[in-house]
């Protein structure tokens, strides 16, 4: 998912982050233009700005949230806003199935509906439908998981 956002240090720019868990691969579009991490220590995007002068963005882990902080001068900055609490609680509920006996299976059909939950809150949706969302694919893990098991259990 793309994510705009703003940073005081360049109050007229536009920014946006784009991230994959899948491939580990990020991009900055400052005021439209793509760049890359660089491969400087730290892994920073490399961003020229008027005068000749280069910035360094720093994007650093923000746990247990998903996406990253930007460090600009040694200060770090949210890309987007912190999820509440009861967010994360009911994000992270399929997580149960580990702790009903789910095992490996268990753990790889929860964990995924889990990151699909956190990335269903990220939505520009309203909450309501984030919610049936979130309720849905939490109802349709553990149906998935029983499903699976009891084929498993058939072979």
């Known amino acids: 998912m793309k ?13 946006e982050f784009e991230s994959s868990i899948w491939t580990g691969k990020s991009t900055l579009w400052f005021d439209g233009m793509p760049y890359q ?3 400087d220590e730290g892994k920073p995007f490399i961003i020229p700005i008027s005068g000749g ?3 360094r963005l720093y994007p650093k ?7 990253p902080l930007i460090e600009v001068h040694g ?3 949210r890309i987007a806003a912190k999820l509440p609490w009861y967010e994360y609680t009911v994000a992270l509920l399929p997580l ?30 309203s909450n309501l439908a984030k ?20 084929l498993y259990y058939q072979i």
């Open 53 to 55: 002068e280069i910035i």
């Open 96 to 125: 149960l199935i580990i702790f009903l006996g789910g095992g490996v299976i268990g753990g790889a059909i929860s964990g995924g509906a889990a990151f699909y939950n956190l990335q269903i809150l990220r939505t520009e949706d």
């Open 131 to 150: 919610y049936i969302k979130l309720i849905s694919v939490t109802f349709l893990t553990f149906i998935l998981y029983e499903l699976v098991v009891h």
């Open 75 to 77: 200060v770090q900055h």
């Open 61 to 67: 882990p923000a746990y247990p949230d998903l996406i």
């Open 37 to 39: 991490r660089s491969l």
């Open 3 to 15: 994510y705009a956002f703003n940073l005081p240090e360049f109050p007229d720019a536009q920014l």
